[in-house]
């Protein structure tokens, strides 16, 4: 597969542990932001979005955490699976602009 | 990778050749992109459109060029100006009219022998 994950940040867990992913984003106008997944060889997926005007959000198994004061992102996910093991970016936009802009991903691994 | 079709994953080139990136969409969106990832980095924006038959600049666009005939087609052609063309090409659609999030293709691998 694609080895998008050479020289990234690495955060590896043992299964059933709960990860902590961070991204510190740099423009302060932005207002929403997005968690995409990346398995090897395979385009990014969407896991979580926040706006700007909410600090917590929760699906399923993951929890996105925004503060806005050191402008910093975290992407928490609970009881860690071998399958959570990919590269998580994050992304984020200000309104009236079309583009995303990426963070350079952490990859995280997950033993068994 | 819903409704985004790019072909070939897998794509070799000679050096100093042109080579077209397709990148197909069957989900309606009026805004696409091309991004580049290379190994340890984010995703860089290449070029994006928002509607048929106009198209901006990314932050690297020197080297390669786009059209945007069909609402649902938008390839990419990496021209022997690039210089460093070996990398992971992803393709992106957006809804421009209810949510902010990318859907992205399956990428495709080209490298320049």
């Known amino acids: 597969g694609e080895s998008v994950g050479l020289h990234l940040p690495t955060l590896s867990v043992q299964e059933g542990d709960n990860s902590i992913i961070n991204c510190a984003y740099s423009?302060?106008?932005?207002?929403?932001f997005i968690w995409y997944k990346q398995e090897s060889g395979k385009g990014p997926q969407f896991i979580i979005d926040?706006?700007?005007?909410?600090d917590k959000r929760q699906g399923q198994r993951v929890t996105v955490l925004l503060n806005k004061t050191v402008k910093h992102l975290s992407l928490q996910i609970a009881a860690t699976q071998p399958g959570d093991s990919a590269v998580y970016f994050c992304?984020?936009?200000?309104?009236?602009?079309?583009?995303?802009?990426f963070g350079k991903g952490t990859m995280l691994l997950v033993s068994p | 990778d819903g409704g985004i079709t790019q072909s070939p994953k897998y794509l070799f080139r000679k050096e100093g050749q042109n080579v077209t990136l397709s990148c197909e969409q069957n989900?309606?969106?009026?805004?696409m992109y091309w991004y580049r990832q290379d190994p340890g980095q984010g995703l860089r924006l290449i070029y994006y459109s928002q509607i048929v038959n106009d198209f901006q600049k990314g932050d690297i666009a020197e080297g390669y060029s786009v059209s945007r005939e069909k609402k649902e087609s938008f390839p990419l052609t990496v021209t022997s100006a690039q210089k460093n063309p070996t990398a992971f090409y992803l393709c992106?659609?957006?809804?421009?009219?209810?949510?902010?999030?990318?859907?992205f293709g399956p990428g495709t691998r080209l490298t320049v022998l």
């Open positions: 992304a984020e936009n200000e309104s009236g602009y079309s583009t995303l802009t």
């Open positions: 992106a659609t957006r809804d421009r009219g209810t949510v902010d999030e990318q859907f």
């Open positions: 926040i706006r700007s005007n909410m």
């Open positions: 989900l309606n969106h009026d805004a």
């Open positions: 423009n302060s106008a932005s207002d929403y």
